[in-house]
């Protein structure tokens, strides 16, 4: 299995502002994955980050309110830029593993990052 | 049309009572399917695999109909430990894409 660290695992943050959240795997992986989880809502898509490319965004999500960084094959960062009260949500790094063998492995998620934006 | 669609629920049963969930999907070429169970506050997690010839995992059996583009989950006896939101999970046939259904609550009641 792949342990995910995430962090933070919560924020209270002021309209305008920004903030980044780290996302951590115990092994390498060839794409990392990052969510989002409204209230009462299911996960969606945000962007799939690729090591050594850009990542590749989901339709209603752009790279400049939600960059992307991946330094190398375990560690990831989302940043929400910008915030507003409908940012608040959940965010969720992920990881498929066993890597490289697409949509046959198992997805591992981080704990998530509860942001609330006032 | 969403990718995956499930009931909501909530559903609220007996100790011991069997459950099923069910899930439809639009994409006919969909490769995998999974169900994935999410508890309060917590990430989702892999409860689960579904295979054309279905499977079972104690009391959980999972069922694929690719005809009819439908997935379900039975619970037998449940316990109090099942209370959770059960997510249906699919995969395109394409890239790396897994599409979840909305969940569908299920709280067991002593």
């Known amino acids: 299995s792949a342990v995910i660290s995430q962090k933070p695992s919560r924020d209270i943050c002021q309209r305008g502002t920004s903030l980044t959240i780290q996302c951590q795997v115990d092994?390498?992986?060839?794409?990392m994955f990052w969510y989002r989880q409204q209230p009462g809502q299911s996960l969606t898509l945000i962007a799939t980050a690729n090591q050594g490319s850009e990542a590749t965004y989901e339709s209603g999500f752009v790279i400049d309110k939600f960059p992307i960084s991946r330094p190398n094959l375990t560690f990831s960062t989302l940043t929400v830029s910008n915030m507003s009260p409908e940012d608040s949500s959940i965010y969720l790094c992920?990881?498929?593993?066993?890597?490289?063998?697409?949509?046959?492995?198992?997805?591992?998620f981080g704990e998530g990052s509860r942001l609330t934006v006032l | 049309r969403k990718e995956v669609e499930q009931d909501p629920g909530p559903f609220n049963v007996p100790e011991g009572a069997t459950v099923a969930f069910n899930c439809t999907y639009s994409n006919s070429a969909s490769q995998s399917f999974f169900w994935y169970r999410q508890d309060c506050r917590k990430e989702p997690k892999l409860l689960m695999s579904v295979y054309s010839s279905g499977n079972e995992d104690g009391r959980f059996t999972a069922q694929l109909n690719r005809a009819s583009q439908y997935i379900s989950l039975l619970i037998r006896d449940s316990k109090l430990s099942d209370s959770a939101t059960y997510l249906c999970?699919?995969?395109?046939?394409?890239?790396?894409?897994?599409?979840f259904g909305t969940g569908t609550s299920l709280t067991v009641i002593p």
């Open positions: 092994s390498q992986v060839t794409m």
């Open positions: 999970v699919v995969t395109a046939n394409t890239g790396n894409q897994f599409y």
């Open positions: 992920s990881v498929e593993w066993p890597s490289g063998r697409a949509n046959t492995g198992e997805l591992f």
